[in-house]
């Protein structure tokens, strides 16, 4: 997985590919990822779903607005109207609130050429370069391949934020996960603790009584293993339900999670298999048939 932000170039490809290509190699020598969607006339479809994943998956878009339209939905966009398929990037990204700049390329800038576009399009491309003129600071303007390379170059301290902004993201996203890791350690040992720490409150057939023993059993475990107080009620038997979901739980936690979750006759039964594969383990005999134990022995 690339620790680069990806920046999503979209331009018409017939026509901008070579200052697309330069666009992204000048990206790649500053520490960014390029990305792109080529668009054919030979493809099927709406695209507008693919598009909107690409622009969703990259940290940012840069537009080259060139004199071509290039393909587009054969209906109006709800939101947009009519556009094409290289519009929709930039329109759809500035919906989402993801930064956009867009670099108007003039008349006399090198292109690979769309001389067969009728003059319909290229009347919708001319209202679409005039729309992005009118908003203002968030446009560049270029006559050539040298001065592109020099914007995307100016373009650094903005970019630098973006990486910044990114790192930030990365490193909340890492400290959520190791927050919930540290918090499945501190669950996993109180639920391998229960069982003892009920056993040292005596128990009663009074149902009252069982919900008491068991929010003192609680209560101390919270304590002794520095969980927010009233939390083991309504984590614990969440996440033993999550244990005996996984292939990888040991037979014994199988069973602690099996008695935190009050399905005890299974529970008994995981716990003597617990058992069983201690004393293998150990080298010493198993029990056949296995002892009838009176209640969950597990810890």
């Keep these: 997985m690339t620790t680069r932000p990806v920046i999503f170039i979209s331009a018409v490809s017939r026509d901008l590919h070579s200052a697309r290509d330069l666009v992204a190699k000048t990206l790649i020598a500053i520490g960014f990822e390029p990305k792109w969607q080529d668009i054919a006339p030979s ?65 006399d800038h090198e292109k690979d050429g769309c001389a067969s576009e009728p003059a319909t399009l290229h009347d919708l491309q001319d209202a679409y370069r005039q729309t992005v003129k009118s908003y203002g600071d968030l446009y560049h303007s270029s006559d050539s391949l040298l001065k592109t390379e020099n914007v995307v170059l100016k373009l650094r301290d903005d970019l630098a934020k973006l990486r910044e902004e990114g790192d930030k993201h990365r490193q909340l996203v890492e400290s959520g996960i190791a927050t919930i890791k540290d918090q499945n350690d501190l669950l996993l040992a109180a639920l391998r603790d229960l069982p003892g720490t009920l056993g040292k409150h005596a128990q009663s057939q009074n149902p009252q009584d069982q919900a008491s023993r068991l929010a003192t059993a609680y209560a101390e475990l919270e304590k002794q293993h520095h969980l927010p107080p009233g939390s083991l009620e309504k984590e614990l038997p969440k996440f033993a339900e999550q244990l005996l979901l996984r292939t990888d739980t040991s037979a014994l936690d199988r069973a602690n999670a099996l008695f935190a979750t009050k399905k005890f006759a299974e529970c008994e039964a995981a716990a003597l298999q617990a058992k069983d594969q201690a004393l293998a383990a150990a080298g010493k005999p198993v029990q056949t048939p296995p002892q009838k134990v009176a209640g969950p022995f597990i810890h």
């Excluded at 779903?49 to 969703?56: A, H, N, Q």
């Excluded at 004199?67 to 209906?75: A, M, W």
């Design 43 to 107: 493809e099927t479809g709406d695209l507008r779903g693919v598009l909107r994943k690409w622009v969703d998956d990259s940290a940012a878009v840069l537009q080259l607005v060139g004199h071509c339209y290039g393909f587009g939905p054969e209906e109006p966009d709800p939101d947009f109207g009519p556009c094409s398929y290289t519009q929709y990037e930039a329109l759809y990204a500035r919906q989402q609130d993801k930064k956009v700049w867009y670099l108007i390329l003039g008349p």
